[in-house]
């Protein structure tokens, strides 16, 4: 089976719709969402149903933090993303705001758990940005293969048994086998915010057959994301962040 | 008598005409000689034995003038004469053949330049992980310390300390897990000198 991990999507209907498509091109199986949701972008309502629905139709969605602090005005945050996600909250209806709500942390299948950040302590939100955090997270679950987002910047981690771990940045459509041997921990880049200097959208494919994880990267119409953020008068800076990639 | 240190084609050395000179160098030359009493072709090596050359030469006469003549089969060159200090030679077997060098080290580059230009870093290369197949292409074996740069590092992580094999390891493996390359320069010697002398860093990034 073929499936589609896609994280931190942030709102950004462009992205996320030059990455399902591609998905679906590439003949994607089942679609897995790795929170954030929204917060930034300009279009939370419309990425809400769209997730919803291929979660309906095959796929499995959890929470991250931007979409926990749509109920929790307590989650703290930066000012930009307390104002980003004060403007979200006036434009979610009833239904969406309880889809986000009922989205679990973290959910386990077979050897794989998905989640938004760490597995260490997955409501504290901590990054995963070097080995020691990746180790903490590793150590955290019995789970072969962890699935994870909120750096924004892609990343593989993985821990051999003697309890070191490596880091790997991964390189666009290049297969990289996910060996028995050893635990892994992918990091997702972001659909729709990414900040590692590329701004085309970040999503991954496991090819769950081969243990095959494939990350890629696929050009949007960033202008439409950046000036739809401009005009609906979120902070001006999430609107370049998007045009120069971090 | 010609000097031994400036020889001329004809001139007899030690009962042996020089019939063509084979190679010129710093530290002697060598000819093919005729002479009296033998059915094989013969060379014969003249060092260089003046005061202040390299005294490697004159060590290096020495020995071969002590060694060679005890050594006897298909392996090795038939010892036939040698000359003394006054008159430094040695006399061997003419081998008609190649050097393995001139064969193969344009042939295994091109198989390093080729494993390179598909990502991979062999980390091990040595004799026993190179073959040559019947129609004397190179092949590299055994990537089990190789480095893609588009997989994950496991050698690194598993292992601390240098891996390779001792007497071939590359400066770079040794001083750090040296899976890159990322030192350049024009010159070989300014190359290793920065490996050296010079961390790696990663070279390598998420391409779009």
């Not at chain 1, 705001?97 to 299948?109: G, M, T, W």
């Not at chain 1, 590692?196 to 949007?220: E, F, I, Q, S, W």
């Not at chain 2, 030469?57 to 090795?76: C, F, N």
């Amino acid at each position: 089976m073929l499936v589609g991990l896609f994280a931190d999507i942030h709102a950004n209907r462009e992205a996320l719709s030059a990455c399902l498509g591609h998905a679906e091109r590439s003949g994607v199986d089942r679609f897995v969402f790795l929170g954030d949701y929204v917060g930034y972008g300009a279009d939370p309502g419309w990425v809400i149903e769209t997730i919803s629905a291929y979660v309906e139709r095959a796929g499995v969605a959890i929470a991250g933090n931007h979409d926990v602090a749509i109920e929790s005005p307590e989650e703290r945050m930066n000012p930009t993303a307390e104002e980003a996600i004060a403007w979200t909250r006036a434009r979610l209806d009833a239904a969406q705001r309880a889809y986000l709500r009922a989205l679990p942390v973290a959910v386990e299948e077979g050897d794989r758990l998905f989640v938004h950040a760490s597995a260490a302590r997955p409501r504290d939100w901590e990054y995963i940005t070097g080995p020691r955090a990746a180790l903490r997270s590793l150590r955290a679950t019995t789970c072969r293969q962890t699935f994870c987002g909120h750096v924004h910047v892609p990343a593989l981690y993985h821990a051999t048994a003697a309890g070191s771990v490596g880091e790997f940045v991964p390189v666009a459509e290049s297969e990289i086998p996910l060996l028995p041997r050893q635990q892994w921990l992918a990091v997702l880049g972001s659909v729709g915010q990414p900040r590692d200097g590329n701004p085309a959208a970040c999503y991954a494919l496991l090819d769950d057959t081969r243990n095959l994880l494939t990350y890629l990267r696929v050009l949007y119409d960033v202008d439409t994301a950046a000036r739809k953020i401009r005009a609906a008068g979120l902070p001006p800076v999430l609107a370049a962040r998007l045009e120069r990639g971090y | 008598m010609p000097s031994p240190h400036q020889p001329e084609a004809g001139a007899v050395i030690g009962g042996f005409r020089l019939a063509e000179m084979l190679h010129v160098g710093g530290l002697g030359s060598l000819w093919r000689v005729t002479g009296p009493g033998a059915d094989f072709l013969m060379v014969m090596k003249i060092p260089l034995l003046r005061p202040g050359e390299n005294p490697l030469t004159i060590v290096g006469y020495e020995v071969e003038q002590m060694i060679l003549p005890r050594l006897s089969g298909p392996h090795v060159p038939r010892f036939v004469a040698a000359g003394d200090f006054a008159l430094p030679y040695i006399v061997t077997e003419l081998i008609k053949g190649c050097w393995l060098k001139s064969r193969l080290n344009d042939r295994i580059a091109a198989a390093l330049h080729d494993i390179q230009a598909q990502h991979v870093i062999h980390l091990d290369v040595k004799p026993s992980n190179i073959m040559v197949r019947d129609d004397g292409e190179v092949v590299l074996i055994d990537f089990g310390l190789s480095h893609h740069l588009e997989l994950p590092d496991l050698p690194a992580e598993e292992f601390d300390g240098p891996i390779g094999t001792g007497a071939y390891i590359s400066p770079e493996q040794l001083l750090a897990r040296g899976a890159l390359l990322p030192f350049d320069a024009d010159q070989r010697p300014k190359c290793a000198k920065r490996n050296i002398e010079r961390s790696p860093s990663q070279s390598y990034a998420i391409a779009s």
